[in-house]
């Protein structure tokens, strides 16, 4: 397909809003995939003030015209062209799991900063490649955008920190949702090429515990539930992780979303967003489960670039940290704190936390040589964990990491 690189003007997502040039050079960034992830990246990159979106690139030519003409960016088909750009400083990459490698490689060989999705590879063998890559170049490879960097995720970090709670005794965490049963493609739902339910939705909730308990994962033992109909996929398991600390995570998953765990938290769901009751029945309808993700059959889209505001705080799913003194979950404006005498709650601001978080990470790291929390290490060992809930389930008993 020629020519794959496709001019659609440029700037418009690149202005840095109230910032003196003096205080802020923002990163030039290209986002790698065009799907949910991608162009969500996409919106949330042309509204930071650390960074700039300067480039799209996607096999598909129509969805590269329209992502880079809203955004006002440049817009290419082939990958490797993107990475000769030098107004490319950083790569975000959002292309299927399985193709992490060779697009991790190609960036790192382009001299291009890495800000990588959910999950960092498709196995640990992959994902410690990765950080060897990582630290053999002085570039920053961030593993980004998982759920452990929510506002209120990050607030229960520091409140079981600083409200002399004690130790961290337990962490539970419950996702009912409707991700299976909606459209996918195969390799969403394929566990030998990153995907199923241990893959594509545990790194949220590994990120939660690892985030929140802070510390080592000693051992890991789940179960992995299959279902033959209406789509023969591995939908739903439930893990145990025992932290090297002696805190437990519960880590509970169903993806049929039958039930939605939003319905417990006053509608709200990841992403900030309001989930109507009953979302999944529309999904369950759709007649073919695979292939048909963004076409005109399926019934749920990409959300549109320009979506504008966060409703409020993202929650996925239920949440309770348990201390010795006591207990912590999400509220709807923040956090409660449960302990002997009181329940007092800690107001959190919506608009902090995310991927914006990322970002004031990746700059810290690109721009002043900061240590970054959220690196190759800590993506790999996020992988480790989803890779021992699938062993786990295979072998029938506990694996130590
Ligand atoms: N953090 C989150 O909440 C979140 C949400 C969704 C997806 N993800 C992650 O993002 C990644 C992508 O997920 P998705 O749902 O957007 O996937 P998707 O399959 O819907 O989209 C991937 C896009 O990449 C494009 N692509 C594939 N190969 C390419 C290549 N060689 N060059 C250019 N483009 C190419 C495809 O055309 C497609 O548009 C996955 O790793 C997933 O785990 C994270």
Redesign the pocket.
């Known amino acids: 397909m020629q020519p794959s690189r496709v001019d659609a003007g440029r700037g418009r997502g690149a202005r840095v809003e109230g910032a003196t040039p003096q205080k802020v050079r923002s990163i030039g960034v290209g986002v790698?995939?065009?799907?949910?992830?991608?162009r969500e990246a996409a919106r949330v990159l042309s509204r930071s003030k650390l960074a700039r979106l300067v480039a799209v690139?996607?096999?598909?030519e129509s969805?590269v015209q329209s992502i880079a003409g809203t955004f006002g960016v440049l817009g290419y088909t082939d990958?490797a062209d993107m990475c000769k750009g030098p107004e490319v400083e950083a790569i975000f990459v959002?292309?299927?799991?399985h193709?992490r490698v060779p697009?991790i490689g190609l960036a790192l060989r382009a001299g291009k900063h890495l800000l990588v999705?959910?999950?960092l590879a498709a196995n640990s063998k992959d994902a410690h490649e990765v950080v060897r890559w990582s630290a053999a170049c002085d570039r920053v490879v961030m593993s980004a955008?998982?759920r452990g960097r929510d506002a209120v995720v990050q607030a229960m970090a520091r409140v079981v920190q600083e409200e002399a709670l004690g130790q961290i005794l337990s962490l539970t965490n419950v996702m009912y949702k409707p991700w299976v049963l909606s459209p996918r493609?195969d390799y969403?739902l394929d566990p030998e090429l990153?995907g199923g339910v241990n893959f594509?939705q545990a790194p949220?909730q590994v990120e939660i515990a690892r985030t929140i308990i802070d510390g080592p994962v000693k051992s890991v033992t789940a179960t992995v539930g299959r279902v033959e109909t209406p789509v023969d996929s591995f939908g739903n398991f439930n893990a145990l992780l025992e932290f090297q600390s002696g805190a437990t995570a519960s880590l509970v998953f169903n993806g049929y979303g039958y039930f939605d765990t939003s319905e417990l938290t006053w509608g709200i769901g990841?992403g900030g967003r309001r989930q109507a009751p009953g979302r999944g029945i529309a999904l369950r309808q759709a007649e073919s489960w695979t292939k048909v993700?963004?076409s005109s059959e399926s019934p749920i889209q990409p959300p549109a670039s320009g979506r504008s505001g966060r409703p409020g705080l993202s929650i996925f799913g239920l949440t309770i940290v348990s201390c010795e003194r006591g207990d912590v979950r999400p509220s709807r404006n923040g956090v409660l704190v449960y302990d002997y005498d009181s329940i007092r709650e800690i107001p959190v601001p919506p608009s902090s936390g995310g991927m914006s978080s990322d970002l004031e990470e990746f700059y810290g790291a690109v721009r002043r040589g900061e240590a970054c929390r959220y690196d190759a290490r800590w993506g790999a060992k996020t992988v480790d964990v989803c890779e021992a809930i699938w062993t786990s389930a295979q072998v029938g008993g506990s694996v130590r990491l």
């Open positions: 790698l995939g065009l799907g949910l992830a991608g690139c996607d096999l598909d969805t990958y959002a292309t299927p799991t193709l697009h999705e959910k999950p955008n998982t493609y969403e990153g594509r949220h990841e993700k963004y």
